[in-house]
């Protein structure tokens, strides 16, 4: 079976756990491995993000949070970004752009990982969650039917950044995954150690280009696999008809 | 002869049957339970009791009066609603508020709630009376300020309630500290190491431990309890669902005059939690609108520490609790948020009356 197909039942188990607390079983203690606002009415997990912003202006080190993120980070490091997170898979559905990437710029995803913990530390408040496409529309957009919500000046806030992160979606694949995601940011530390990762056989490639044109990062995968743009989607793996690129989830082998 | 005597012995049948069948009858069918049964209450100020009503019969009981029995001064403000029917094997839950006088005597007090209600076999129909004790420790009234008009600091910590389990003493506050520079010391010296001879495995091992370390510390010290906690808990001012509010709360004159107006009791429920920083708005404008009419009772809870009150009201929206919010005793509607809160809240005051 293609690793695409693959990919769909796990994004589909990923939207799956997003949305787990319409059941009813309410908050649990465990991190997302992904983009997901925690205060969706439907959440039944705690965002990364959120936790380390509150953390920080609870003025507490967040070994919890920082030992879950440094486990599923050496489990797959961006890997979730490809095959979990929720919002990854709404930047999925809307990949069909698949231009090269922008290097310079796919380091914004740092500048946003740092501005959004800085700011936590300078402004004593959740500033990233305000601004975040997530909590648009996983939390603003459900609350404003449940009454909660009403449409004022955050919301418009919220609604701005969400369709401005669409419009890129749609004009670049995974805009938001390439050059802004924190989460992202945070998991591309561990990619070259993660146990799930790419395999390249030199010996067997042509350099023909076919992974190169289907990448939604818009990276090589061929020459970057190890690369912190690489979300190990498995794409290229589908692509390759000699078997060059291969992905595997165990121990890495020698250089 | 023998005509007269049977109807004689089946008219002293027929009276030991009816005075029998109202003895065996009048059982209670209702059970009350009042939680708690002793309340720690400020002198001046409302001690709250919660009657959990059941019906465990097939039939119906009617007129379900509280009264409340104790020494003087002691009443039941605003006095508790009458339940007109309660439907065979239905329940209820009702609020009782005792008010305690300015110069109760301060320790223990002993009363209890007396209930009274009818339920009808036929055309028969029973009274029953009961009772249940509530004990009463009278505080002095706090030299301060009400809570709600203390502004809390931008960023200020949990209090100790949100993080029970991770409270400290302050002169091991480092010990966190020490530890996360420890494994940050020992993951980046591994991988110094590990550079050269390109065998990957040894840090990956050291970074697996690091992160089962972390995780397992962060439990010892309730991380996790309170990552559930902050994720449980919606504050709207947080994700941007409204702006924060943290200023004095601002009633326009026409308002005032509205709330003055307002004749029946009005009870306030104002959920809050420590770290949302427009509650203190919310918890403000509640105290001024009590100022200004005496009708308007109000108490204010932590949902850290009661979250099945929050349940209960309606203020925990598909499992995620929402502060601030207000709940008006006896209306199926909750205010949330703090946007425009003044004009809503006088909407919600009128609300019936």
Redesign the interface.
């Given at each position: 079976m293609r690793l695409s197909t693959w990919r769909r039942v796990t994004q589909g188990g990923g939207v799956l756990l997003s949305l787990f607390?319409?059941t009813?079983?309410?908050?649990?203690?465990i991190?997302f491995p992904g983009l997901h606002?925690?205060?969706c009415?439907?959440?039944?997990?705690?965002?990364p993000i959120?936790?380390l912003q509150?953390?920080i202006?609870?003025?507490?080190?967040?070994?919890?949070?920082?030992?879950?993120i440094?486990?599923y980070g050496?489990a797959a490091g961006r890997g979730f970004c490809g095959w979990f997170c929720p919002f990854g898979t709404i930047n999925d559905l809307l990949a069909f752009r698949k231009r090269r990437i922008r290097r310079t710029a796919s380091y914004g995803k740092y500048v946003v990982l740092v501005g959004t913990l800085v700011g936590a530390w300078a402004l004593?408040?959740?500033a990233f969650?305000?601004?975040?496409p997530a909590?648009s529309l996983e939390?603003?957009i459900p609350?404003l039917f449940?009454?909660?919500?009403?449409v004022?000046?955050?919301?418009l806030?919220?609604m701005a950044t969400l369709g401005a992160t669409l419009v890129g979606m749609v004009l670049v694949a995974r805009f938001w995954c390439r050059y802004l995601c924190p989460m992202g940011g945070i998991l591309s530390l561990f990619n070259r150690?993660s146990l799930l990762h790419l395999r390249w056989e030199p010996a067997k490639c042509t350099e023909c280009g076919a992974c190169t044109k289907v990448c939604p990062m818009g990276i090589e995968p061929h020459r970057e696999h190890d690369d912190h743009n690489c979300i190990k989607c498995g794409a290229c793996v589908d692509a390759c008809s000699l078997d060059s690129l291969t992905l595997h989830c165990s121990?890495?082998r020698?250089? | 002869m023998s005509g007269w005597r049977d109807a004689a012995a089946i008219l002293v049948l027929l009276a030991i049957a009816a005075a029998a069948l109202p003895a065996a009858a009048q059982e209670k069918i209702l059970t009350f339970a009042v939680e708690p049964a002793s309340v720690e209450v400020a002198a001046g100020e409302r001690a709250t009791v919660t009657v959990r009503i059941e019906n465990a019969s097939v039939r119906e009981a009617d007129d379900i009066v509280v009264t409340w029995t104790g020494p003087g001064g002691f009443v039941l403000d605003p006095a508790p609603q009458e339940t007109a029917v309660l439907g065979p094997f239905d329940s209820t839950d009702l609020a009782v508020w005792i008010l305690v006088p300015e110069d109760a005597p301060l320790g223990s007090v002993a009363g209890s709630l007396e209930f009274a209600y009818t339920y009808c076999i036929g055309d028969l129909c029973f009274q029953i009376f009961e009772s249940r004790d509530v004990a009463l420790l009278v505080r002095a009234r706090a030299a301060v300020g009400p809570t709600g008009t203390t502004v809390l600091p931008l960023g200020q910590a949990l209090p100790s309630g949100a993080v029970s389990a991770s409270s400290q003493p302050a002169a091991r506050a480092w010990i966190p500290y020490a530890v996360a520079a420890c494994l940050t010391f020992l993951v980046l010296a591994t991988a110094q190491v590990m550079r050269s001879s390109g065998a990957r495995w040894p840090l990956y091992t050291v970074l697996l431990l690091a992160a089962g370390a972390a995780l397992a510390y962060g439990v010892v010290l309730g991380q996790h309890e309170q990552a559930r906690s902050i994720a449980a808990v919606l504050c709207t001012s947080c994700v941007g669902i409204e702006e924060v509010t943290a200023r004095a709360p601002q009633l326009s004159a026409q308002e005032i005059a509205r709330i003055r107006a307002i004749s029946g009791p009005v009870d306030l429920l104002v959920f809050r939690a420590p770290w949302c920083r427009s509650c203190p708005f919310a918890e403000a404008l509640v105290e001024q609108v009590g100022a200004l009419n005496a009708r308007v009772g109000y108490r204010f809870i932590d949902v850290d520490r009661e979250p099945e009150r929050a349940r209960q009201y309606g203020v925990i929206q598909s499992g995620r609790t929402v502060v601030p919010a207000i709940v008006r005793l006896g209306v199926d509607r909750v205010l949330f948020g703090v946007e425009n809160l003044e004009s809503r809240l006088v909407l919600l005051l009128e609300e019936g009356a």
């Open positions: 607390g319409a009813g079983i309410g908050m649990t203690h991190l606002c925690y205060a009415p439907w959440a039944i997990t705690v965002c959120g936790l509150n953390t202006i609870f003025g507490i080190f967040p070994f919890f949070g920082l030992g879950a440094l486990a050496l004593a408040d959740t969650c305000k601004l975040c909590a939390s603003s609350y449940l009454g909660v919500a009403r004022n000046r955050p919301f806030v919220h150690v121990p890495r020698r250089p | -």
